[in-house]
């Protein structure tokens, strides 16, 4: 068996063995298979396709190349949630506590952010003094004291999904839906959760531009989930526009801070209390998602969801003080206010434009090792259907550096398309899969 004769296989339409794709995964890992070669290959995989099949079986291969997390030992149904990524998503933020007051047992690793998407570590590390790194001992107990821990990915968790990853970035083979589903699953299936509940963005601000692309990927993943025999439910929901009027860091945690109070923008409150009702539901603490959602919004008004936050916090370091004063969360010092240029109703919000700014701001990264400024961001102050008057503020948009703000207020005054008729209503969740 030979690398060449994979790539040629792969080439011509055939279908890869599990004893190729192992040797080709194997051999990678260790560094016996040049970036070249493995390159070819994911480029004859981006136009040849892989079988559902083959995606389980390299799934498998990866999640466990490297560290598993074992979480046998927290008691009940451990329950995982993960993002393809969007604006303004700060959904992990509110569901995961909304579950974790419902008891069902939250052991999450989440990433950093990576160009206009945002990332859940970043938006936890704008808290002063919270810990995203943890020991695995650490971990553990935690869920078991409290019912919830979120940390940063593990060093060695999926080295084959870090490697793949990094060369699908430079070789335009990051949007192959086979390549997604097995990278997104093998660490959570590496992560050692019992049930997996993801939400896969469809629209402008997301990876899955359409709703037919956005309902492959979660079949796809949907059914990897059931082959490695863990109960997996995607949730199809809209990205448009941002999600929420918050986009970057300090700014996301103090709306979620405010949805958790019981207030906030309506769209990020919809999709979070869905996606914990589904969590409380794949956990077995609800007999239907219905019932899940009945108890998360039960949670919310009781002031529950909004203590575990709290507590999760107090127990990584963080200050939780920033449950009661959202000011304590430092917001960049350059603001620039974006004004109206028309009257009219806001008709489109680019997603992908806004999460474009909010990189440009300082909030998001160009590369992995890029620094982020915590406190910088955009506060949109009108959404797709609000009445806006020429001269109205639209958005505020905060940087550490003036050329930058001005730079991020450019592309935001591009995301607004506004005009005289007001667009239908989109619907935020697509479809439950």
């Known amino acids: 068996m030979n690398m060449e004769e994979i790539i040629r296989i792969k080439r011509e339409g055939g279908v890869l063995t599990p004893s190729e794709l192992k040797y080709f995964v194997r051999g990678y890992v260790a560094g016996e298979i040049p970036d070249y070669q493995v390159s070819a290959l994911l480029m004859a995989i981006y136009f040849q ?14 999640r466990y190349s490297g560290d598993t997390v074992d979480l046998r030992e927290i008691p009940g149904v451990k ?23 419902a008891g069902i047992p939250v052991a999450k690793m989440s ?15 704008s ?46 083979t990051v949007d192959d839906k086979s390549l997604i589903a097995a990278s997104i699953m093998s660490k959570k299936l590496a992560a050692g959760s019992d049930a997996v509940v993801l939400d896969v963005k469809c629209g402008k601000g997301a990876f899955m531009k359409t709703l037919e692309d956005a309902r492959t990927l979660s079949r796809l993943m949907v059914d990897i989930g059931a082959y490695a025999g863990k109960k997996t439910i995607a949730v199809i929901s809209d990205m448009n526009q941002p999600l929420g009027c918050a986009v970057g860091n300090a700014l996301e945690v103090r709306e979620a801070v405010e949805i958790l109070k019981g207030r906030g923008p309506s769209d990020i409150r919809e999709l979070s209390i869905k996606l914990a009702g589904i969590m409380i539901y794949a956990g077995k603490a609800a007999a239907s998602i219905d019932e899940g959602c009945e108890m998360a919004e039960s949670a919310i008004l009781s002031g529950a969801a909004l203590d575990k936050f709290r507590e999760l916090i107090k127990a990584q370091g963080g200050m939780p003080e920033v449950c009661d004063d959202t000011d304590l969360l430092a917001l ?25 700014a909010s990189q440009h ?34 958005a505020t948009v905060f940087s550490s550096d003036l050329d930058k703000a001005e730079s991020a207020e450019r592309e935001v005054i591009k995301s607004y398309r506004i005009g005289d008729g007001k667009a239908g209503e989109m619907m935020l969740i697509k479809d439950i899969i």
């Open 361 to 394: 701001t300082g909030a998001g990264r160009v590369t992995k090792d890029d620094e982020v400024d915590h406190g910088a961001g955009i506060l949109l102050n009108k959404k797709v259907g609000d009445f806006v008057r020429r001269g109205e503020l639209l």
């Open 111 to 125: 990433g950093r952010g990576l160009g206009f998407t945002g990332g859940t570590i970043d938006k936890l590390q």
């Open 127 to 172: 808290i002063p003094g919270f810990r995203t790194a943890l020991s695995p001992a650490e971990f553990i107990e935690q869920v078991k004291n409290i019912g919830i821990s979120i940390i940063g990915q593990s060093g060695n968790l999926t080295p084959a999904d870090k490697k793949l990853y990094a060369l699908r970035d430079v070789t335009a």
């Open 332 to 356: 960049s010092d350059k603001q620039i206010e974006v004004h109206s240029e028309f009257e009219g109703y806001v008709n489109e919000i680019d997603g992908e434009k806004v999460g474009l």
């Open 79 to 101: 329950v995982d949630k993960h993002s393809t990524g969007g604006v303004g998503d700060k959904t992990t933020l509110i569901a995961a506590p909304i579950a974790a007051s």
């Open 49 to 62: 396709k892989l079988t559902d099949t083959e995606t389980a079986e390299l799934t498998n291969l990866m």
